[in-house]
């Protein structure tokens, strides 16, 4: 029997071993993140029943999940359920208004300019950090306090800054970028699912 080449040894060693890690990160989030997943779940009910909006923002990756989970919420996550749009608008999206304000007021603050025009007492901010040092989520999490939004963070490794920021830190437990982002996106589809799911299933 030929041996596999060696390149091919360590590509499958290395997909085994991103997979285990992974599958091993939700297992700790179901250990670990429960009571704070049920307590965002509740927090964005009752926003939506107050005719509020949720307002998401994150950089790199964390910008494209922003996003993501917004348009769960325009469109909708589960394509058997017919229901009216659910107001989320990712912070994320406009390159105009993005590179204008990394520009003219700086990119700590861009994320802040658009809380500050968009944000209503009772929206919900989310926003999303890996490391939770991020200063311009930091900096949209304190416009959102000053105008008595609600606010909710998606973070890894030790919360960062981010934590003391909101009312509401779900960590993931890892210090892996990939992980804590791959762990994001899954709790935050279990929270707009289930949002859904309690508002028009």
Same mark, same amino acid.
Request: charged share 25%.
């Given at each position: 029997?030929?041996?596999?080449?060696?390149?091919?040894?360590?590509?499958?060693?290395?997909?085994?071993?991103?997979?285990?890690?992974?599958?091993?990160?939700?297992?700790?989030?179901?250990?670990?993140?429960?009571?704070?997943?049920?307590?965002?779940?509740?927090?964005?009910?009752?926003?939506?029943?107050?005719? +509020?909006? @949720?307002? !998401?923002? %994150?950089?790199? $990756?964390?910008? #494209?999940?922003?996003?993501?989970?917004?348009?769960?919420? &325009?469109?909708?996550?589960?394509?058997?359920?017919?229901?009216?749009?659910?107001?989320?608008?990712?912070?994320?999206?406009?390159?105009?208004?993005?590179?204008?304000?990394?520009?003219?007021?700086?990119?700590?603050?861009?994320?802040?300019?658009?809380?500050?025009?968009?944000?209503?007492?009772?929206?919900?901010?989310?926003?999303?950090?890996?490391?939770?040092?991020?200063?311009?989520?930091?900096?949209?999490?304190?416009?959102?306090?000053?105008?008595?939004? +609600?606010? @909710?963070? !998606?973070? %890894?490794?030790? $919360?960062?800054? #981010?934590?003391?920021?909101?009312?509401?830190?779900?960590? &993931?437990?890892?210090?892996?970028?990939?992980?804590?982002?791959?762990?994001?996106?899954?709790?935050?589809?279990?929270?707009?699912?289930?949002?859904?799911?309690?508002?028009?299933?």
């Amino acid at each position: 029997m030929a041996h596999l080449p060696l390149t091919l040894v360590y590509r499958q060693k290395f997909i085994l071993d991103s997979l285990k890690e992974s599958a091993e990160t939700k297992k700790k989030i179901a250990e670990q993140c429960v009571s704070e997943i049920i307590k965002a779940i509740d927090m964005i009910i009752e926003a939506f029943n107050k005719k +509020k909006k @949720i307002l !998401l923002c %994150g950089n790199g $990756g964390s910008a #494209s999940d922003a996003q993501h989970l917004a348009t769960e919420f &325009v469109i909708r996550l589960n394509p058997k359920l017919q229901r009216p749009a659910l107001p989320a608008i990712a912070l994320t999206a406009d390159s105009s208004l993005l590179t204008a304000g990394a520009n003219d007021i700086g990119y700590d603050n861009v994320f802040a300019r658009s809380v500050e025009a968009l944000g209503n007492e009772g929206d919900i901010l989310i926003g999303l950090s890996t490391s939770g040092n991020s200063e311009s989520v930091n900096n949209a999490f304190r416009k959102a306090r000053e105008k008595g939004m +609600k606010t @909710i963070a !998606l973070l %890894g490794k030790d $919360g960062g800054k #981010s934590k003391d920021l909101v009312e509401l830190a779900v960590m &993931v437990p890892s210090s892996d970028t990939q992980r804590i982002q791959e762990g994001h996106i899954t709790i935050g589809h279990i929270i707009f699912q289930e949002v859904e799911q309690e508002m028009f299933g």
